[in-house]
């Protein structure tokens, strides 16, 4: 009998991060399942993650080998990595030479392992001398990065995914688990199932299906979540349901939280909020009744202009409570991507640094270019996201690095990220798929390998750290992403890029988070590979990991308190509805889809359950259109248009619209490319973009 093959990895997709067994048969042919022994899904996977084995056989899209065009005006050619490689570092030293090092920049992206972002960020902050390195978690968590660092101390989540079991309160905010993180949304349904007495509540301008499963569904005006917080926050206070005993001893600033949340009285914010008071009251009491109370949170919260003040309003609630580093309680933002985290960790954003340094301390600075043996880091961060493309588009910057993802179709105003891919000097797009449509602005593309083919790591959103071991040889000449960036800084005559495997560059890492919060030096592929994943911290080869952080009220701040925040906005800024654009979009996505659909949108499967893009629209605002379900309408902002059908319910608050951000351009025609009318908006500390909230209208096509 032939022989069959196991390995246990983790799911590609969201950052719930699922354990996955695959088996091999000896024709090399790829089944999935969830693996039982892991402890964040126990055998349970869904849609997406139960069909990745035919993602990962089908290459039928595959970027096979090197391209490349000497000018615009020509077509790209196949290329042998060596003339790639030199073509690269030829364009790159002769930009930096005329331009300076902050000419170039990295974009790269949440679905990179750390060993990838790693090097990418050793490359950019350590040798090519920017700090120009940023990635598409900018678009997800960067939000909730500041709001940790600024209530905790640093970017760190306090809870595992085993406090769900335990708590008896949860509050999700601006989050649609049941789509989008549904193997953790199954916990929590199979927790209330089990405990009817555990109270839910959903703050959210559209009912979605993570609603119903709520005890109360707070269905709030767009962009009116501070406000609620603190009109919770107030209904606490002034009940005097706060932990008096935690706020003294392990807190500070209390008094600025205290103010602000009084600003408005509860009837106020609730008229701001468009929600009835008694609604506040009663998710106020659910909280304080709470012996473990858990916020989640994601996109609705953090991608907004005031995404900061949003984050640690929310922060707020869990000190007022004292419930932070006890059993069943804490703040837990949902991470959208598999290792949005362990990119974070290692300081592959434009404003950190690796190992959770500060790119601001000149200490830290030097920690990390003592280590590296690098050229000298600059304190400034260097261009985000958005920032990136703009400095394309205005001549700034001449050249980009594009890593797993696919600007054009997943950053705001879509149009103008294409206009800046026209006029960079030099693009280099590195990927596994011509589906990515980023792939057309390459003047070098370099094909990549994908999942299952390469090994490395991963950090799920309860900071997991696990290993993905090397399953399958990838197509044609695709290379890892960590060789082929070695390799780039060898050609580049960088010193400390001679690694002869990915173990060796997670070694390193490890060594460097020695005596810092983060601290892994416990760890290491073998180990991972031998014990299975571990939480960190994880400082010595003999520690368990951990769980749970603060149980002893220590925070990472300086003080080691926690902070209260006050937020600096509670009203939201915006761009402005009028009479020309009178509704709100609101985008995100759908249950069976991911990001741009370059994975997801090979498997049939996943088309069944919401086949196109659309519109989600009010009853009243739809009759007031004259639009029937399935019309097609134009929708046009202040950016662009787009036409898509639209599906009309009473499930969105009337003035509010919604459509996924997955689709780019179907046809070439731009039919249901949500970012032509998203705007250029961010949030003035985390540079997050304010994709829940830009002012459109909607006409009949
Ligand atoms: Fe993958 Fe997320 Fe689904 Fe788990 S919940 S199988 S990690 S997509």
């Known amino acids: 009998m032939a022989r069959k093959e196991r390995f246990n990895t983790i799911c590609s997709y969201c950052g719930v991060g699922c354990g996955i067994t695959v088996e091999k048969d000896a024709k090399g042919v790829l089944s999935v399942e969830g693996n039982t022994e892991y402890p964040v899904n126990k055998g349970m996977l869904c849609t997406k993650g139960k069909t990745l084995n035919y993602v990962a056989q089908d290459t039928s899209d595959r970027i096979l080998f090197p391209e490349m065009r000497w000018s615009r005006g020509h077509k790209k050619q196949r290329v042998s990595w060596d003339v790639a490689f030199k073509r690269a570092a030829a364009v790159f030293k002769s930009i930096i030479e005329r331009y300076g090092a902050d000419s ?8 990179c392992l750390t060993e990838e972002y790693y090097l990418a960020n050793k490359l950019t902050k350590g040798f090519l001398g920017t700090n120009n390195i940023d990635t598409n978690s900018r678009l997800c968590m960067s939000s909730a990065v500041v709001g940790y660092k600024k209530t905790v101390g640093n970017d760190a989540v306090p809870i595992a995914y085993a406090d769900i079991e335990l708590a008896d309160c949860f509050l999700i905010a601006g989050a649609n688990p049941a789509w989008c993180h549904p193997i953790l949304f199954r916990r929590i349904e199979k927790h209330k199932e089990e405990n009817p007495k555990v109270k839910i509540i959903v703050v959210d301008p559209r009912k979605t299906q993570t609603c119903e499963l709520a005890d109360l569904h707070l269905q709030i005006l767009p962009g009116t979540d501070v ?12 009940k005097k349901k706060v932990d008096r005993a935690f706020i003294k001893l392990h807190t500070s600033n209390y008094e600025a939280c205290r103010a602000k949340a009084f600003e408005l009285s509860l009837r106020q914010a609730a008229e701001k909020c468009g929600v009835p008071v008694n609604e506040i009251k009663k998710a106020a009491k659910m909280i304080s009744d709470a012996k473990g109370f858990i916020s989640m949170w994601t996109m609705g919260l953090n991608q907004s202009v005031i995404g900061v003040d949003k984050n640690v309003s929310l922060l707020n609630l869990s000190l007022l409570t004292g419930q932070i580093g006890k059993p069943g309680s804490g703040p837990f933002s949902l991470t959208g991507q598999p290792n949005a985290m362990g990119g974070r960790e290692v300081g592959g954003m434009a404003s ?3 190992a959770h340094r500060d ?17 000298e880091i600059s304190g400034e961060p260097g261009l985000t996201a958005t920032e990136m493309f703009d400095a394309l588009e205005s001549g700034k910057m001449k050249a980009v690095w594009i890593i797993c993802t696919n ?40 094909p990549a390998a994908g999942w299952l083919e390469k090994e490395g790591t991963m950090t799920n959103s309860e900071r997991r750290i696990s290993y993905l071991p090397k399953v399958i040889d990838a197509p044609g000449e695709a290379l890892p992403d960590a060789e082929i960036l070695w390799r780039f800084a060898q050609e580049m005559d960088f010193p400390g890029f001679e690694y002869n495997s990915v173990s060796e560059v997670y070694d390193e890492y490890c060594l460097m988070t020695k005596g810092t919060n983060i601290d892994i030096s416990g760890l290491s592929h073998d180990r991972l590979k031998r014990e299975g994943s571990f939480q960190w911290p994880v400082p010595n080869a003999s520690h368990p990991g951990t769980p749970r952080l603060f149980n002893d009220n220590n925070y990472f701040t300086s003080d080691g308190k926690a902070h209260f925040n006050a937020p600096k906005r509670l009203e939201n800024v915006s761009e402005k509805t009028d009479a020309e654009f009178p509704l709100i979009l609101n985008t995100g996505r759908v249950r069976d889809q991911w990001h741009t659909r370059t994975k997801t949108g090979k498997v049939k499967r996943l088309s069944t359950h919401i086949p196109t893009p659309y519109l989600q629209m009010n009853r009243v605002d739809a009759y007031l259109r004259g639009l029937k379900n399935d019309d097609v309408a134009v929708i046009s902002s202040r950016r662009g248009s787009v036409r898509v059908k639209v599906k009309i319910d009473f ?21 249901g490319r949500a970012n032509n009318l998203t705007g250029e908006l961010i949030d003035p500390v985390s540079k997050e973009p304010d994709f829940k ?9």
């Open 352 to 354: 950190l640094l690796a």
């Open 651 to 671: 499930d969105i608050r009337e003035r509010v619209v919604f459509m996924p951000m997955h689709w780019g351009k179907i046809l070439n025609n731009d039919f």
């Open 359 to 375: 790119l601001g301390n000149p200490k830290h600075r030097k920690e990390v270019q003592d280590f590296w043996g690098g050229t």
């Open 227 to 238: 406000i609620l917080f603190n009109a919770m926050a107030r209904w606490l206070i002034e």
């Open 693 to 701: 909230y830009s002012a459109v209208q909607v006409e009949k096509y």
């Open 407 to 446: 600007p054009v179709v997943s950053l705001p105003n879509a149009k103008k990220v294409e206009k800046a891919l026209e006029k960079a000097n030099f693009v280099v797009v590195q990927d596994i798929s011509h589906k990515s449509e980023t792939t057309k602005y390459a003047d070098l593309l370099l």
């Open 104 to 111: 170039v920049g990295l974009y790269v992206s949440g679905q």
